[in-house]
């Protein structure tokens, strides 16, 4: 954690860049927090905004990107704890690369909701393990604050709640002799999540407009992002196929080595 902290805080006193400074002008133009979740732009990660909407204009912009700080920190002792379950060693391991990770130090050190969406992520990931094993509605109700946090967090939020979703499911199936079991049992973890998405959706994302940049194409993104997982370059001559490749097969042998240990 000192490691953590040593690494991300000087970060935080550098200048404002672009998408912080956009953050705070649209924050402080709004009239009331009910804006927040009322306008549809995609610059607006909302508990990011609603966190510079009230705390209004400050002297020095390192007050905004606290809530950042303490998020990012906070991803690392949790990877301790999810990795702790596999071994010591696997959770040494993983806090480490947490502490030490360029884009995890990055996210940690700006005004955005990046390092939050990492947090609530992992928080996600703990507490509907803890569900899995006990089915109780505290459990239940902390996986709730999670997902909608999460979202709140940042829209990609939405691949780490289909993936527990669908690990729950599997999950479900496997330990429920009776399949009613099933459905009371994911009804009771997802029914208040799916409401707030629809709600949220209905008031906050559809009619979401872009807020400015070039169009991307989806193999283009998708090359870049496992570019960037993979260590690889991410433009210029040598990107496009041969990234795809390494990805793919990299992502392979990841996928032989969890099965293994599956079985």
């Known amino acids: 954690m000192v490691l953590a902290a040593g690494v991300r805080l000087p970060g935080c006193f550098s200048n404002f860049w672009f998408d912080e400074i956009w953050a705070f002008s649209y924050a ?18 909302h508990l990011n905004t609603l966190i510079f909407y009230l705390l209004g204009d400050c002297e020095h912009w390192m007050v905004y990107r606290i809530h950042s700080l303490v998020t990012g920190i906070g991803a690392v ?3 301790w704890f999810i990795a702790r379950r596999a071994g ?13 990770s360029y ?3 990055h996210f940690s050190s700006e005004a955005r909701g990046y390092a939050m969406v990492v947090f609530f992520s ?3 990931f703990l507490t509907i393990q803890r569900f899995a094993e006990d089915k109780r509605w505290p459990s239940a109700v902390v996986f ?19 993936a527990v979703a669908l690990w729950l499911l599997v999950h479900l199936f496997k330990t429920c002799e009776d399949k009613l079991d099933v459905i009371a049992h994911f009804t009771q973890c997802f029914s208040v999540p799916l ?17 400015g940049g070039p169009p991307y194409k989806l193999i283009d993104v998708l090359v870049k992002a496992l570019s960037h997982a993979g260590g690889w370059p991410s433009g210029g001559g040598g990107c496009g196929r041969g990234e795809c490749g390494n990805c793919r097969s990299v992502s392979l042998g990841d996928c032989v080595v969890v099965a293994k240990r599956a079985q």
């Open 122 to 124: 992992f928080a996600t």
């Open 28 to 45: 402080n133009q709004l009239g009331s927090p009910v804006e927040i979740f009322t306008e549809q732009h995609d610059n607006n990660h």
């Open 77 to 79: 002792i949790l990877a």
């Open 195 to 211: 409401l707030f998405l629809g709600c949220f959706y209905v008031f906050a994302i559809r009619g979401l407009e872009i807020g």
């Open 88 to 100: 010591r060693l696997e959770a040494i391991i993983a806090s480490l690369l947490m502490a030490g």
């Open 144 to 162: 709730w604050l999670c997902v909608c946090l999460g979202f709140l967090s940042h829209l990609t939020y939405l691949h780490v709640f289909i």
């Open 103 to 105: 884009l995890m130090i």
